[in-house]
């Protein structure tokens, strides 16, 4: 089945920093790399998307990159700030209809 | 509201009880996937839906979980003989068909087994 690591486990910043989170995936078959936020106490929600055939896409201050050789995609926030604070989950998806997230990535934004 | 509802919000219960829960999809989304979360761990799926049809069940499923959605929308999760191992977020999350990776959560269901 699908391995999925995310890196790093938890991020601190300073408001108004970038940060990157790193999602590496196993399976070569997956062609669906989503990120979710969940905040504390709350469902988790997709932010941003990216198929196989994409190499970049952006949504105002976030963005995900794919790297499909070597099998790993991040998501790029810029200009943080303390309501980016949150878990973020990756959740690639290969053949099957399902979506295997990763452990999460703690994310703290300091004012 | 029209986005996923989950109930009950909390069930506490003592071990070796039956629980049940229920999850009301987005009213067009013919998809309906359950997910397990313990603390600091991201989503476990369990099963998925696509109208009535139970199409995929995790092998991490013991035979005391099982899951319905007899008539294509609202769906039941039901564990038997509940362990303290159980205790967990049970997520419901339903998708369109023609958008079946996009997945809207519900805000879940926390057991707590005594």
């Known amino acids: 089945g699908e391995n999925v690591e995310q890196h790093p486990s938890t991020l601190s910043v300073q408001e108004g920093d970038s940060a990157v989170i790193k999602c590496t995936y196993s399976?070569?078959?997956?062609?669906?790399f989503p990120w979710y936020k969940q905040e504390l106490g709350k469902r988790p929600q997709l932010i941003i998307d990216?198929?196989?055939?994409?190499g970049e896409k952006k949504d105002q201050r976030i963005a995900v990159t794919l790297n499909k050789t070597a099998k790993h995609f991040s998501l790029h926030i810029t200009e943080t700030q303390p309501e980016d604070s949150a878990v973020y989950f990756c959740?690639?998806?290969?053949?099957?209809?399902?979506?295997?997230f990763g452990t999460g990535t703690r994310l703290q934004v300091f004012p | 509201d029209t986005g996923v509802s989950q109930n009950p919000r909390h069930k506490i219960t003592k071990r070796g009880q039956n629980v049940t829960f229920r999850c009301d999809p987005i009213?067009?989304?013919?998809?309906l996937y359950w997910y397990r979360q313990t603390l600091g761990q991201g989503p476990e799926f369990l099963t998925y839906?696509?109208?009535?049809?139970?199409?995929?069940k995790s092998r991490l499923l013991s035979d005391r979980f099982s899951a319905e959605r007899p008539k294509g929308s609202f769906s039941t999760l039901e564990i038997q003989r509940t362990e303290q191992g159980d205790s967990a977020m049970y997520l419901c999350?339903?998708?369109?068909?023609?958008?079946?990776?996009?997945?809207?959560f519900g805000s879940g269901t926390q057991l707590s087994v005594l």
């Open positions: 839906f696509q109208n009535e049809a139970q199409l995929e």
């Open positions: 999350a339903s998708s369109l068909a023609t958008e079946n990776e996009k997945l809207f």
């Open positions: 009213s067009e989304h013919n998809r």
């Open positions: 959740a690639p998806k290969a053949g099957t209809d399902k979506l295997i």
């Open positions: 399976d070569s078959a997956s062609n669906y």
């Open positions: 990216i198929r196989s055939n994409v």
